[in-house]
Protein backbone atom coordinates (compact mmCIF):
# COMPACT_ATOMS: atom_id res chain seq x y z
CA UNK A 1 0.00 0.00 0.00
CA UNK A 2 1.50 3.29 -0.80
CA UNK A 3 0.34 6.73 1.52
CA UNK A 4 -2.73 7.76 0.24
CA UNK A 5 -4.15 4.54 -0.73
CA UNK A 6 -7.91 3.73 -0.01
CA UNK A 7 -8.75 0.69 1.47
CA UNK A 8 -10.23 -2.00 0.21
CA UNK A 9 -12.15 -5.47 1.53
CA UNK A 10 -9.42 -7.16 1.20
CA UNK A 11 -8.07 -4.97 3.76
CA UNK A 12 -10.99 -6.05 6.43
CA UNK A 13 -9.40 -8.62 8.56
CA UNK A 14 -6.31 -6.97 8.88
CA UNK A 15 -8.23 -3.81 9.89
CA UNK A 16 -10.68 -5.60 11.97
CA UNK A 17 -7.49 -7.71 13.91
CA UNK A 18 -5.75 -3.68 14.37
CA UNK A 19 -8.70 -2.36 15.65
CA UNK A 20 -9.49 -5.34 18.06
CA UNK A 21 -5.52 -5.68 18.95
CA UNK A 22 -5.18 -1.74 20.03
CA UNK A 23 -8.95 -1.99 21.68
CA UNK A 24 -7.40 -4.76 23.53
CA UNK A 25 -4.20 -3.45 24.70
CA UNK A 26 -5.68 0.13 25.60
CA UNK A 27 -8.61 -1.19 28.17
CA UNK A 28 -6.75 -3.82 29.62
CA UNK A 29 -5.58 -1.39 32.72
CA UNK A 30 -9.07 -0.85 33.60
CA UNK A 31 -9.19 -4.47 35.06
CA UNK A 32 -6.54 -2.75 37.75
CA UNK A 33 -9.22 -0.49 38.63
CA UNK A 34 -10.94 2.74 37.57
CA UNK A 35 -13.76 5.07 38.56
CA UNK A 36 -16.08 3.17 40.42
CA UNK A 37 -13.53 2.48 43.49
CA UNK A 38 -14.18 3.77 46.86
CA UNK A 39 -11.05 6.45 46.34
CA UNK A 40 -12.17 7.77 43.26
CA UNK A 41 -15.73 8.27 44.18
CA UNK A 42 -14.59 10.09 47.43
CA UNK A 43 -12.40 12.52 45.38
CA UNK A 44 -13.78 16.21 44.36
CA UNK A 45 -14.47 16.52 41.29
CA UNK A 46 -13.65 19.29 38.52
CA UNK A 47 -16.54 21.26 36.80
CA UNK A 48 -15.20 19.72 33.42
CA UNK A 49 -15.34 16.55 34.94
CA UNK A 50 -17.99 14.81 32.10
CA UNK A 51 -20.64 12.24 32.79
CA UNK A 52 -18.51 8.93 33.33
CA UNK A 53 -20.42 6.76 30.96
CA UNK A 54 -19.07 9.30 28.49
CA UNK A 55 -15.47 7.30 29.08
CA UNK A 56 -16.73 4.01 27.61
CA UNK A 57 -18.07 5.71 24.24
CA UNK A 58 -14.78 7.84 23.51
CA UNK A 59 -12.04 5.62 24.58
CA UNK A 60 -13.16 2.84 22.48
CA UNK A 61 -13.98 4.99 19.67
CA UNK A 62 -10.25 6.51 19.81
CA UNK A 63 -9.14 3.15 20.21
CA UNK A 64 -10.93 1.85 16.99
CA UNK A 65 -9.41 5.13 15.13
CA UNK A 66 -6.11 4.28 16.23
CA UNK A 67 -6.46 0.43 15.34
CA UNK A 68 -7.19 1.92 11.66
CA UNK A 69 -4.62 4.33 11.62
CA UNK A 70 -2.02 1.92 12.97
CA UNK A 71 -3.16 -1.04 9.95
CA UNK A 72 -2.80 2.10 7.51
CA UNK A 73 0.69 2.49 8.56
CA UNK A 74 1.74 -1.11 8.93
CA UNK A 75 0.86 -1.85 5.25
CA UNK A 76 2.98 1.03 4.03
CA UNK A 77 6.51 0.52 2.74
CA UNK A 78 7.41 4.28 3.41
CA UNK A 79 11.06 4.96 4.93
CA UNK A 80 8.92 6.88 7.80
CA UNK A 81 7.10 3.61 8.73
CA UNK A 82 9.51 2.37 11.13
CA UNK A 83 9.69 5.63 13.04
CA UNK A 84 5.84 6.09 13.22
CA UNK A 85 5.29 2.44 14.70
CA UNK A 86 7.79 3.02 17.55
CA UNK A 87 6.26 6.00 18.60
CA UNK A 88 3.11 4.52 18.25
CA UNK A 89 4.37 1.79 20.80
CA UNK A 90 6.00 4.62 22.69
CA UNK A 91 2.98 6.50 23.16
CA UNK A 92 0.50 3.35 23.72
CA UNK A 93 2.71 2.49 26.17
CA UNK A 94 2.29 5.57 28.36
CA UNK A 95 -1.28 5.43 27.90
CA UNK A 96 -1.49 2.22 29.16
CA UNK A 97 0.39 3.48 32.16
CA UNK A 98 -1.71 5.99 33.36
CA UNK A 99 -4.83 3.87 34.43
CA UNK A 100 -2.98 2.40 37.06
CA UNK A 101 -0.85 5.21 38.45
CA UNK A 102 -3.99 7.20 38.62
CA UNK A 103 -6.28 4.64 40.40
CA UNK A 104 -4.02 2.39 41.44
CA UNK A 105 -1.02 4.29 42.79
CA UNK A 106 -3.96 6.85 43.57
CA UNK A 107 -0.94 9.53 42.44
CA UNK A 108 -2.11 12.49 40.60
CA UNK A 109 1.21 14.45 40.45
CA UNK A 110 2.71 11.14 38.62
CA UNK A 111 0.00 10.30 36.56
CA UNK A 112 -0.02 14.20 35.21
CA UNK A 113 3.60 13.37 34.89
CA UNK A 114 2.41 10.27 32.95
CA UNK A 115 -0.18 12.11 30.90
CA UNK A 116 2.47 14.68 30.00
CA UNK A 117 4.39 11.92 28.65
CA UNK A 118 1.94 10.61 26.61
CA UNK A 119 0.74 13.84 25.25
CA UNK A 120 4.79 14.85 24.07
CA UNK A 121 4.92 11.56 22.34
CA UNK A 122 1.08 11.41 21.05
CA UNK A 123 2.09 14.45 18.89
CA UNK A 124 5.12 13.11 17.14
CA UNK A 125 3.30 10.07 17.11
CA UNK A 126 0.32 11.59 14.88
CA UNK A 127 2.93 13.98 12.45
CA UNK A 128 4.87 10.29 11.75
CA UNK A 129 1.74 8.64 11.27
CA UNK A 130 0.94 11.78 8.60
CA UNK A 131 4.05 11.87 7.32
CA UNK A 132 3.76 8.39 5.96
CA UNK A 133 0.22 8.01 5.42
CA UNK A 134 -2.11 10.98 5.87
CA UNK A 135 -5.17 9.55 6.63
CA UNK A 136 -3.73 8.06 9.44
CA UNK A 137 -2.33 11.05 10.56
CA UNK A 138 -6.02 12.57 10.57
CA UNK A 139 -7.01 9.83 12.42
CA UNK A 140 -4.79 10.46 15.76
CA UNK A 141 -6.08 14.13 15.87
CA UNK A 142 -9.22 13.32 18.18
CA UNK A 143 -7.64 11.02 20.44
CA UNK A 144 -4.55 14.21 20.64
CA UNK A 145 -7.54 16.49 21.18
CA UNK A 146 -9.00 13.72 24.03
CA UNK A 147 -5.18 13.23 25.37
CA UNK A 148 -5.21 17.33 25.89
CA UNK A 149 -8.70 16.75 27.62
CA UNK A 150 -7.70 14.40 29.79
CA UNK A 151 -4.35 16.13 31.10
CA UNK A 152 -6.49 19.34 31.79
CA UNK A 153 -8.67 17.06 34.00
CA UNK A 154 -5.82 15.18 35.53
CA UNK A 155 -4.68 18.43 36.58
CA UNK A 156 -8.13 19.76 37.77
CA UNK A 157 -7.87 16.54 40.16
CA UNK A 158 -4.52 17.33 41.30
CA UNK A 159 -5.52 20.67 42.37
CA UNK A 160 -8.81 19.74 43.92
CA UNK A 161 -7.68 17.16 45.99
Known sequence: MTPSTSLDRGDLPGVVAAVVLINLVGSAPAALGGPGSEWFQSLAKPAIYPPPWL????????????????????QTDHTGRGLALGLFGAQMA???????????????????????????????TAVAFGRVERTAGLLVVPYLLWVVFAAALNYRFLVLN
Request: aromatic share 18%; charged share 0%; net charge positive.
Open 55 to 74: FGVVWPLLFTLLGVALYLVW
Open 94 to 124: FNVAWTPVFFRAQNLALALAVIVGLLALAVP
